[in-house]
């Protein structure tokens, strides 16, 4: 391997929407530098994690129709059934949610976690409350994707958090999206909620890390009951 293709791979690629932010607190940093070194300091490690928020790193997706995969890297905060959001259209019956909530070190570039065509994006405005709490679903910023995949109908909702304040979508309707294909990006902390068809079964826990574009969190056709686990 030579050396440019070992620094390309140690370095993780930076997402272009992230560029203008690191550029602004790069460009804050010099003019504080001019007046104090603490400042200048405190500016260079600020600018250090803006830049490693919109990192954009390469996923190994499982190729698998049965599988639902994770849409983003952070902890399932919930799972469950829930009425999914008015303006999907997918009726008042309870799918069953899962959730995964991001915080200020996450990457957060979205995922799709199924294939199919997405037949419908919604965005409505709302509140900002903390992503983690179970009322932040239904009352804060949101964008949601309906994907009509090859087991159902499936709903993806990008919710803003405490911090975040801008919802960015990728994709376009009736264009057809792939299993871990980037769908969009939350600034600056928030959560993803997935409504599946009542016949998925879960594949992870209330708790649990998952890694966007690899993590299994739910799976069609599958016999198993949800896993139980422990904390070690």
Known sequence: MSLVETVRNTFVPIHREGWPF??????VTL?????STFLFWVGLILTGWCTYFFRDPERVTPVDDRLVISPADGVVSSIGPAVPPRELGLGLDEMTRISV??????????RSPVRGKITRIEHRPGKF????????SSENERNGLVIDSPN???GVVQVAGLVARRIVCFVETNSNIGTGERIGLIRFGSRLDVYLPRQAKPRVAVG????????????FGGNAAAPLVRIS
Do not use: P, R, W, Y
């Not at 690191?22 to 460009?27: E, K, L, P, R, S």
């Not at 909530?101 to 979205?110: L, P, R």
């Not at 409350?129 to 932040?136: G, Q, R, S, T, V």
């Not at 649990?208 to 799976?219: F, L, R, W």
């Open 129 to 136: 409350l903390n992503a983690e709490l179970d009322k932040a």
């Open 152 to 154: 159902g109908i499936v």
């Open 208 to 219: 649990q890390t998952s890694v966007g574009g690899e993590t299994v969190i739910a799976e």
């Open 101 to 110: 909530f991001m915080n200020v070190f996450s990457c957060h570039v979205n």
């Open 31 to 35: 003019i504080l530098g001019l007046f």
């Open 22 to 27: 690191i550029a602004a607190f790069a460009g």
